[in-house]
C-alpha cells in the first residue's frame, strides 16, 4: 500500500513539476514575443507615417503644415491612429472570445480605474514621445525606450519600496552607458538633424512606460490580460484623439487644425493598411507583455520585453530597409553593441544572469 | 455581475480551498456561458493569481483519470488584497 501511495505520489509530483515548468517557459516565450512584436509595430507604423498624406505632411507639405505641427502634432497623431486600430484589434479579440462584456464590466472597477491611468501615462504621454523621437531621431530612439525596465526599477523603489540592491544598480549604470553609446552616434556629422532631441524626448516614453509597467503590473494581477489591453488601447487611442491632439492644435493657433488632420489621416487608404499591422503589431506586444509579466513576474517578464532593443531596429531594416528599399535604416555596428549592452544591463536589474542557468539545473 | 477573474478570484476569499475544477463547478451556473470558463484558462488564471501572491498552493494530486489537481487558498493578505479591490 504503501509503495502504491510513493508511485501515486512521485507520477503527482512529476505532473505538477510539468506544469510549473510550462507555464514558466510559456510566459517567458509570451514576454520574449511582446519583445518582437513591438519591434514589428515599430516598423510598421513608421511605414504608416510614410505613406498616403503622411508622406506629403513629412515629404513635399503641399499643406503647409508648421515644423511644430510637423514634429509634435502629427507624432501624437501617429500615436493615435496607431492605437485606435490597436484598440479595435484588441475589441474584436475579446469579443471573438466571448470577452467583450468583461472589458465593460472591469472599466468600473477599481482595477479597471487602475488600468486606465496607466493607459494614460503609457499611452497619450509615452506613445507620443516615442512616436516624435522615432520621427525625429529614427529607430536610434528604440533601444533607448528599452531603458524603461531601469525606470521602473528606480521607480519601483521610491514610490513602492521595492528591492534596489548593488546588483540592480550594476545593470542601471551598465544601461546608462549603453545608452550614452547609441545616443554619441547622433551627434555625428551624418546624424539626421534634431536627433539628439529626438533621443531626449524618446526618453520620457521610457520614464512613462516604466511607471506604467509598475501600475499596470498591479491591474494584470486581477485582469485578464487580454481585457487589460483593450481598456489600455481604447483609453489611450481615446485620449490621444480628444485631448493631446487638439491641445497640440492649440499650440499650433488653430484648434480645429487636429480634426482635420485626423480626418484626413484615418481616410488616407494606403497609410491605413499599414496602421492596421502596426496596431495588431501593438495589442499583441502590449497584451503578451501584461500577460509575460503576470505569468513569470514583471522582473522577468520585463527583462525578455526589453529584448525589442534589439527587435526594434531590427524589424525596421528587415521591414524598411531591406523590404521596402528605403535608406538610412542600417545601423551602424556601435549601435548594435550598444543595444546588446542595453539588453544585458536590463537582465542584469531585472535578475541575477546566473539564475537562468541555475533554473535549467534544477528542471534538469 | 461581476467579471470572471474576479469571480474567480473572490471565490477563493469565501472557501478553504480549491482546485480548477472546484471553482468551474462553483461558477458555473452563473457564468457557464463564458468560453473562458474552461480547465486550462482557469488553470492559467489560478497559476497567474498564484505568481502574484494572490492566492497559493495548497496540495496537489491526481485524480482517478491520472489527472493533476491543485489545490489553492488565499492566505490572509491575499484575501485582504482582493477584497480591497473586488468589491461583491
Same mark, same amino acid.
Given at each position: 500500500?504503501?509503495?502504491?501511495?510513493?508511485?501515486?505520489?512521485?507520477?503527482?509530483?512529476?505532473?505538477?513539476?510539468?506544469? /510549473?515548468?510550462?507555464?514558466?517557459?510559456?510566459?517567458?516565450?509570451?514576454?520574449?514575443?511582446?519583445?518582437?512584436m513591438y519591434?514589428f509595430y515599430s516598423?510598421f507604423l513608421?511605414?504608416?507615417?510614410?505613406?498616403?498624406?503622411? @508622406?506629403?505632411?513629412?515629404?513635399?507639405? $503641399?499643406?503647409?503644415? /508648421?515644423?511644430?505641427? &510637423?514634429?509634435?502634432?502629427?507624432?501624437?497623431?501617429?500615436s @493615435?491612429?496607431n492605437d485606435?486600430c490597436s484598440a479595435?484589434w484588441a475589441?474584436?479579440?475579446?469579443?471573438?472570445?466571448?470577452?467583450?462584456?468583461?472589458?465593460? !464590466?472591469?472599466?468600473?472597477?477599481?482595477?479597471? !480605474?487602475?488600468?486606465?491611468?496607466?493607459?494614460?501615462?503609457?499611452?497619450?504621454?509615452?506613445s507620443?514621445?516615442?512616436?516624435?523621437?522615432?520621427?525625429?531621431?529614427?529607430?536610434?530612439?528604440?533601444?533607448? $525606450?528599452?531603458?524603461?525596465?531601469?525606470?521602473?526599477?528606480?521607480?519601483?523603489?521610491?514610490?513602492?519600496?521595492?528591492?534596489?540592491?548593488?546588483?540592480?544598480?550594476?545593470?542601471?549604470?551598465?544601461?546608462?552607458?549603453?545608452?550614452? &553609446?547609441?545616443?554619441?552616434?547622433?551627434?555625428?556629422?551624418?546624424?539626421?538633424?534634431?536627433?539628439?532631441?529626438?533621443?531626449?524626448?524618446?526618453?520620457?516614453?521610457?520614464?512613462?512606460?516604466?511607471?506604467?509597467?509598475?501600475?499596470?503590473?498591479?491591474? $494584470?494581477?486581477?485582469?485578464?490580460?487580454?481585457?487589460?489591453i483593450?481598456?489600455r488601447q481604447? $483609453?489611450s487611442?481615446?485620449?490621444?484623439?480628444?485631448?493631446?491632439?487638439?491641445?497640440?492644435? &492649440?499650440?499650433?493657433?488653430?484648434?480645429?487644425?487636429?480634426?482635420?488632420?485626423?480626418?484626413?489621416?484615418?481616410?488616407?487608404? /494606403?497609410?491605413? &493598411?499599414?496602421f492596421?499591422v502596426s496596431g495588431l503589431c501593438a495589442y499583441l506586444s502590449y497584451m503578451?507583455?501584461? !500577460?509575460?509579466?503576470?505569468?513569470?513576474?514583471?522582473?522577468?517578464?520585463?527583462?525578455?520585453?526589453?529584448?525589442? /532593443?534589439?527587435?526594434?531596429?531590427?524589424?525596421?531594416?528587415?521591414?524598411?530597409?531591406?523590404?521596402?528599399?528605403?535608406?538610412?535604416?542600417?545601423?551602424?555596428?556601435?549601435?548594435?553593441?550598444?543595444?546588446?549592452?542595453?539588453?544585458?544591463?536590463?537582465?542584469?536589474?531585472?535578475?541575477?544572469?546566473?539564475?537562468?542557468? !541555475?533554473?535549467?539545473?534544477?528542471?534538469? | 455581475?461581476?467579471?470572471?477573474?474576479?469571480?474567480?478570484?473572490?471565490?477563493?476569499?469565501?472557501?478553504?480551498?480549491?482546485?480548477?475544477?472546484?471553482?468551474? %463547478?462553483?461558477?458555473?451556473?452563473?457564468?457557464? %456561458?463564458?468560453?473562458?470558463?474552461?480547465?486550462?484558462?482557469?488553470?492559467?488564471?489560478?497559476?497567474?493569481? *498564484?505568481?502574484?501572491?494572490?492566492?497559493?498552493?495548497?496540495?496537489?494530486?491526481?485524480?482517478?483519470?491520472?489527472?493533476?489537481?491543485?489545490?489553492?487558498?488565499?492566505? *490572509? *493578505?491575499?484575501?485582504?488584497?482582493? %477584497?480591497?479591490?473586488?468589491?461583491?
Amino acid at each position: 500500500m504503501i509503495e502504491v501511495l510513493g508511485k501515486v505520489d512521485v507520477a503527482a509530483i512529476a505532473a505538477k513539476k510539468k506544469l /510549473s515548468s510550462q507555464f514558466f517557459r510559456k510566459g517567458i516565450i509570451i514576454a520574449l514575443f511582446s519583445g518582437l512584436m513591438y519591434g514589428f509595430y515599430s516598423a510598421f507604423l513608421t511605414l504608416g507615417m510614410k505613406n498616403g498624406v503622411w @508622406a506629403d505632411w513629412y515629404g513635399a507639405n $503641399t499643406a503647409a503644415l /508648421s515644423v511644430f505641427v &510637423i514634429t509634435y502634432l502629427l507624432g501624437a497623431l501617429g500615436s @493615435a491612429v496607431n492605437d485606435i486600430c490597436s484598440a479595435i484589434w484588441a475589441m474584436i479579440v475579446a469579443a471573438v472570445k466571448g470577452k467583450f462584456g468583461d472589458f465593460l !464590466r472591469c472599466i468600473n472597477s477599481v482595477p479597471g !480605474r487602475v488600468m486606465i491611468l496607466a493607459a494614460l501615462i503609457g499611452g497619450p504621454i509615452s506613445s507620443t514621445a516615442y512616436v516624435v523621437g522615432l520621427q525625429m531621431a529614427g529607430s536610434i530612439v528604440i533601444p533607448i $525606450t528599452a531603458l524603461c525596465p531601469a525606470i521602473g526599477a528606480i521607480l519601483g523603489r521610491i514610490l513602492f519600496k521595492q528591492q534596489l540592491n548593488k546588483r540592480m544598480t550594476l545593470g542601471i549604470i551598465i544601461c546608462v552607458a549603453a545608452s550614452f &553609446i547609441i545616443g554619441s552616434t547622433s551627434i555625428g556629422a551624418d546624424a539626421q538633424k534634431g536627433a539628439f532631441a529626438g533621443i531626449c524626448i524618446a526618453f520620457i516614453a521610457a520614464l512613462g512606460w516604466g511607471f506604467e509597467g509598475c501600475v499596470a503590473g498591479y491591474g $494584470t494581477s486581477m485582469i485578464d490580460p487580454e481585457i487589460g489591453i483593450t481598456i489600455r488601447q481604447a $483609453t489611450s487611442g481615446i485620449a490621444n484623439l480628444i485631448i493631446l491632439l487638439p491641445i497640440f492644435g &492649440i499650440m499650433a493657433g488653430n484648434a480645429k487644425l487636429s480634426m482635420e488632420l485626423a480626418y484626413q489621416a484615418f481616410t488616407s487608404g /494606403s497609410s491605413m &493598411i499599414w496602421f492596421a499591422v502596426s496596431g495588431l503589431c501593438a495589442y499583441l506586444s502590449y497584451m503578451s507583455w501584461y !500577460r509575460g509579466n503576470s505569468m513569470c513576474g514583471v522582473a522577468l517578464g520585463m527583462a525578455c520585453n526589453g529584448t525589442y /532593443s534589439f527587435w526594434g531596429p531590427f524589424c525596421c531594416y528587415i521591414v524598411l530597409g531591406i523590404i521596402f528599399g528605403m535608406d538610412g535604416w542600417a545601423l551602424p555596428p556601435v549601435v548594435w553593441f550598444g543595444a546588446i549592452m542595453m539588453m544585458f544591463g536590463i537582465l542584469v536589474i531585472s535578475m541575477n544572469p546566473l539564475d537562468l542557468f !541555475r533554473k535549467r539545473d534544477t528542471e534538469i | 455581475m461581476m467579471p470572471l477573474n474576479y469571480a474567480i478570484l473572490k471565490y477563493f476569499t469565501k472557501v478553504e480551498e480549491a482546485c480548477a475544477d472546484d471553482v468551474i %463547478n462553483a461558477l458555473k451556473d452563473t457564468y457557464g %456561458n463564458f468560453k473562458a470558463l474552461n480547465k486550462k484558462d482557469v488553470i492559467t488564471a489560478l497559476m497567474t493569481a *498564484e505568481a502574484n501572491g494572490l492566492i497559493e498552493e495548497t496540495r496537489f494530486e491526481l485524480d482517478n483519470n491520472n489527472e493533476l489537481k491543485v489545490y489553492y487558498h488565499a492566505h *490572509e *493578505e491575499g484575501a485582504a488584497t482582493i %477584497n480591497k479591490y473586488i468589491k461583491d
